[in-house]
């Protein structure tokens, strides 16, 4: 028997993609070392819409919006990432989570709702209002993903995707057509904001929108905003990182492979996806608020359901399941556009065909890479690291051995 | 004879089978030797289990550890799963029909029948797959009814499948860890802030976890996925996904379905080293030889009906068994 296996000479090993030594030279790395690594990358990140170095810089709108709208949509792509990516649930009705988020805020702090609660006549200070009703809003829109998934979660498949699909027509409907709350089309102005650092040059404060300066190394209101932003998805990163590598990421991704085998096997499946929605509904809801405090004012119009499908595009380009694809999903989403808005060919801006571009690079993706940008390699255990490392030190005992 | 509903363990119809396992083994001794082949990074990476838990080294651990440590109310010898006239219709098709047998704590029961005979219904009745449309499931002590389905199986049946269905994405440790979950109580909450308990929880997990791996044969690949293993590790992986549960009683449907004569000789091992370490095995099988060679008793199933129940020996020689599986000759029907 050992004879037979010492005589066989196994054929070559072909060579190891460039993506899967990273990721092995990766998953050895201590977590201190992971943190040696992203801490710097995080701060270059931070550092870049100060920076703003030519190649990478938009003319059109200002760098630093531009980079917080990359943020919400990153946070907007990590929670569909949940949804979509973990546990394998076809949310086309994100957008709605995005719009209860924004008109949470926008309902308490506009002058003009019926709802307002701040300024002279109400119990919340204009100063720190925004702030407290970020956790609000994240609290309201996970109810509103209880609301719609107990009902609708016993649906697979495509049944889910176009119930979800009327549930984020239906938010952008109420938004438009109950006038005397929402004030209709012509929206709700005046949000409030974090009123921090006032001066005599900038009275609304740093986060206000008055806050234009486009100096190099001077941090506008947007990249004040880009830096909160910033710093919720990192919160929120480890968050679901802590999900995914515990029971309750295993049980989405049971759920994504084989529902019925999942459910055969022990896993709570209901519970699990309603979980699901109501996690990656309040990260929804959170970027939300951060739209509507940045912007000050919503309309219904900003929650079509293209955007849903625009969330939905950063998630799938990116690479579905992966975290940190689908960041890099929505920065493409929003930053590209913008980016080629200053390049013209004849007289048309490249940034006006943005949704055929999306379309044309979704085509190719689908074609040449289906898993994204940067596929999903998931790890699902909380202490499954020594594992890795120890396949690891297997697999270069063997290459040192055929290499003699 | 044929009714006979004898239920005791039978050394010797347990005997006559093993013969017949050493068939298979002559014909050839490398089924689940590691196939020797290119070395992918992700795809196999085959790694020493010592590494990681250094006490799987001495199989009796890994035994002990794989070993059910629930209380199970059925005494050794005790029926623990009693079917009592048990139907289930699909509109007007009647697939079961009244049918009436126990599962006795500690044995391994073979159900067998043609094609058709209602093996797999059966099975998905005392499963919650299906509800009896009459009839009562008794399941150590306890009537099965209204039942979700991952309850039963936190009840203590598990199962595998007939065309495997594995979590294909997931490693072999994880999709044995998913199968561990089925124990624990940490939810989201307790995830986030990575509670003691949530640590102590995933800890077990993967000691039990490569336990089972280890167990089952598999455990050198446990960090591949579960699409990469060859096909025959794939049916062990389940069997170790169905043992992480903590079952009282393990089903397994078809285990043998595709496999070639060694490694059903394996499969012979692996069923019998279950039992022996303490677990109550239903085995649905088409293989003649691989349910003879390792059941201690067999229920013959044929159009949804029972017609046999009895030692191995005894179904062999049963008329109405070699009737429904190879027809009455034209001469005696006459």
């Known amino acids: ?404 | 004879m044929t009714r006979d509903s004898e239920s005791e363990h039978d050394p010797g119809g347990f005997e006559a089978g093993a013969e017949v396992g050493e068939e298979y083994r002559s014909s050839s001794e490398h089924a689940f030797e590691e196939p020797v082949g290119p070395i992918i990074a992700d795809q196999y990476l085959p790694i020493d289990v010592t590494d990681v838990v250094p006490e799987l080294a001495d199989p009796e651990v890994v035994a002990e550890i794989v070993a059910p440590t629930r209380e199970i109310d059925a005494k050794v010898g005790e029926p623990l799963v009693e079917l009592d006239n048990v139907s289930v219709k699909f509109g007007g098709l009647t697939a079961l029909d009244s049918v009436t047998f126990t599962i006795n704590r500690g044995e391994i029961l073979g159900l067998i029948g043609p094609n058709g005979a209602g093996k797999t219904t059966c099975f998905n009745a005392m499963t919650g797959v299906y509800r009896p449309t009459s009839g009562t499931v008794t399941f150590d002590h306890q009537v099965m009814a209204n039942l979700k389905r991952n309850q039963i199986t936190r009840l203590g049946i598990a199962r595998t499948f007939q065309n495997v269905r594995l979590f294909s994405e997931m490693t072999a440790l994880e999709n044995v860890v998913v199968g561990t979950d089925a124990r624990h109580k940490t939810s989201v909450p307790g995830a986030i802030f990575r509670t003691p308990r949530h640590r102590h929880e995933e800890r077990d997990a993967i000691d039990r976890g490569m336990a089972l791996l280890e167990f089952v044969g598999i455990g050198a690949r446990a960090t591949e996925k579960a699409r990469n293993l060859p096909y025959g590790d794939q049916r062990r992986l389940e069997i170790a996904r169905a043992l992480a549960t903590e079952p009282k009683l393990l089903c397994l449907d078809e285990p043998a379905a595709g496999f070639n004569p060694a490694e059903k000789a394996a499969l012979q091992d692996l069923i019998r080293k279950i039992r022996s370490d303490g677990y109550t095995v239903l085995l649905i099988e088409h293989d003649m030889r691989l349910v003879m060679g390792v059941t201690d008793r067999i229920v013959v199933l044929e159009f949804g009906k029972k017609i046999a129940d009895g030692l191995p020996a005894e179904i062999r020689d049963n008329p109405a068994v070699i009737a429904a599986y190879l027809g009455v000759p034209d001469d005696a029907s006459a």
């Open chain 1, 1 to 404: 028997m050992t004879s037979v296996a010492a005589t066989t000479v196994p054929p070559p090993a072909p060579p190891v993609a460039v993506g899967d030594r990273l990721r092995l030279w990766w998953n050895s790395l201590s977590r201190p070392a992971h943190w040696a690594f992203a801490v710097p990358f995080i701060a270059f990140l931070a550092i870049l819409p100060l920076w703003r170095p030519a190649f990478i810089n938009t003319t059109a709108i200002d760098f630093g919006v531009v980079m917080a709208q990359f943020g919400m949509y990153a946070l907007l792509a990590i929670g569909l990432n949940v949804v979509v990516g973990q546990a394998g649930l076809l949310d086309l009705g994100y957008v709605g989570f995005y719009a209860i988020g924004a008109y949470t805020v926008a309902l308490a702090t506009s002058p003009t709702s019926p709802w307002n609660i701040t300024g002279d006549d109400g119990w919340l200070s204009r100063q720190w209002a925004w702030l407290a009703l970020l956790p609000l809003a994240a609290a309201i829109t996970a109810i509103s993903g209880l609301l719609l998934g107990s009902p609708t979660l016993r649906l697979r498949g495509d049944y889910l995707a176009i119930v979800t699909l009327g549930f984020g027509e239906i938010v952008r409907l109420l938004a438009e057509n109950l006038r005397d709350l929402t004030n209709g089309g012509a929206g709700l102005p005046r949000i409030a904001y974090p009123v921090i650092g006032e001066s005599a040059t900038n009275r609304g404060g740093i986060f206000s929108a008055g806050n234009a300066v486009a100096q190099p190394w001077m941090p506008n209101a947007g990249t004040w905003w880009f830096w909160v932003c910033l710093f919720l998805i990192i919160v929120v990163l480890l968050v679901v990182g802590n999900l995914e590598r515990s029971r309750v990421g295993r049980a989405w991704v049971s759920i994504r492979e084989d529902e019925d085998a999942a459910e055969i096997m022990g896993v709570p499946t209901f519970k699990f996806k309603l979980w699901a929605f109501v996690i990656g509904a309040s990260i929804g809801g959170m970027s939300g608020a951060l739209y509507a405090g940045q912007v000050q004012f919503v309309t219904p119009t900003n929650f079509n359901i293209i955007n849903s499908v625009l969330f939905l595009c950063a998630v799938v380009l990116g690479g579905q399941g992966n975290k940190l694809g689908v960041i890099l999903g929505a920065f493409i989403i929003v930053y590209l556009p913008y980016r080629l808005q200053s390049v013209e060919i004849g007289d048309e801006s490249l940034g006006d065909y943005k949704y055929l571009f999306f379309g044309l690079a979704l085509m190719v993706l689908m074609i040449f890479r289906p898993q994204g940008l940067l596929p999903v390699r998931q790890k699902l255990l909380t202490y499954g690291r020594e594992l890795y490392v120890a396949a690891r030190r297997r697999s270069r005992a063997s290459d040192s051995e055929a290499a003699k």
